[in-house]
């Protein structure tokens, strides 16, 4: 089964930006649209970005994202100690009969 | 607000048959898909399938075999068996509400608060 690649690590220091990347196929973020995550240790995800780029109501728009062919990015901009966290990428395969797949995850340690 | 209540046993042995059920309140259930994700200790987030009011499901490729869900509409709930548990399928299992019906696959939340599952052998 498939997955969306993502660096393991990434890290900056308050007020910089840190980038993560997310790989995919044609047959997952190449056709569908990739969602993002945040994830604090022993809490579910919250949700940060939706459809390549957008963001829900409540998170700050030191969050943005992108997408181009079958690779999807995350920006965190203005660094923060509270955006300290786990980040995965989402997005829908249209293999097989269908079926979610998510990144692998990216620790983001701010310095 | 919606809020999401699973529970299910937490100890299994291996070979033993996982069972959650999530119970959906404060919002609508007929409309949206329902889902199931799992996170093993210290690893990544793994979906493991969805349903949709209906019943129709979609699973992982990886996990279809063993995974059955079902649904109830009356009472707003949603359940997860997973068949012949082994070691490896030791993880905090969570439901989710998915996406609405007929929009845009990849929108997860509100989050059940977990439940993790020991399997041991």
């Known amino acids: 089964q498939s997955v969306l690649t993502q660096p393991p690590s990434a890290s900056g220091t308050p007020g910089q930006t840190v980038t993560i990347s997310c790989s995919g196929s044609?047959?997952?973020?190449?056709?569908?649209?990739v969602y993002w995550y945040q994830q604090f240790p022993a809490t579910a995800p919250r949700l940060v970005i939706y459809r390549n780029t957008d963001r829900p109501s409540g998170v700050p728009d030191r969050f943005s994202a992108s997408k181009s062919g079958t690779s999807a990015s995350l920006a965190i901009s203005g660094l923060r100690s509270e955006d300290e966290a786990d980040y995965y990428c989402v997005t829908w395969d249209d293999s097989l009969s269908g079926f979610y797949v998510f990144g692998t995850g990216t620790k983001v340690t701010v310095l | 607000q919606v809020q999401l209540q699973q529970w299910g046993a937490g100890v299994l042995r291996s070979s033993e048959t996982l069972s959650l059920t999530c119970a959906v309140s404060g919002g609508p259930f007929n409309t949206y898909n329902w889902t199931w994700i799992r996170q093993a200790p210290g690893k990544g987030l793994e979906w493991i399938g969805e349903?949709?009011?209906?019943?129709?499901?979609s699973s992982s490729p990886s996990l279809k075999s063993r995974v059955t869900m079902s649904v109830d509409t009356s009472k707003k709930q949603f359940s997860l068996k997973m068949t012949t548990m082994t070691g490896a399928d030791t993880a905090v299992y969570y439901c989710?509400?998915?996406?609405?019906?007929?929009?845009?696959?990849?929108?997860?939340?509100?989050w059940g608060q977990g439940t993790l599952v020991t399997v041991s052998s």
């Open positions: 349903i949709n009011p209906s019943g129709t499901t």
């Open positions: 989710a509400r998915g996406s609405a019906s007929g929009s845009y696959r990849g929108w997860f939340g509100p």
């Open positions: 044609i047959s997952n973020i190449g056709n569908n649209y």
